[in-house]
């Protein structure tokens, strides 16, 4: 009973850890799609690529703007990792039994 409690508890830190990583690798390039998005209501075109939008965001402002809106992006994809994750080894442990 304790090492199924403690292996659940390993799934969702590592499926937490996980998401929040990922959001960690992601989070510039939202910042710079939500950029690009924005700007075709506008009919101005301040970005052209990508690229362009991560390296004139990080030149003109601090590169924290990169990561705007992180923290609400990392708690979510974290909850979602841990729950993936967990839900993953319980259906695979099923799985082997049967």
């Known amino acids: 009973q304790d090492s199924k409690v403690k292996a659940t508890v390993h799934s ?19 910042v710079a799609k939500s950029r690009i998005q924005a700007q075709n209501s506008k009919n101005i075109m301040e970005y052209t690529s990508t690229i362009q939008a ?21 708690l979510r994809m974290g909850i979602g990792g841990a729950v993936a994750v967990t839900a993953f080894e319980a259906v695979h442990e099923i799985a082997n039994s049967l």
């Open 12 to 30: 969702l830190v590592t499926g937490f850890v996980g998401g929040v990583m990922a959001t960690m690798c992601n989070a510039p390039f939202d």
């Open 54 to 74: 991560l390296m004139k965001i990080g030149r003109t402002e601090e590169l924290a703007a990169l990561y705007k809106g992180f923290q609400p992006k990392a």
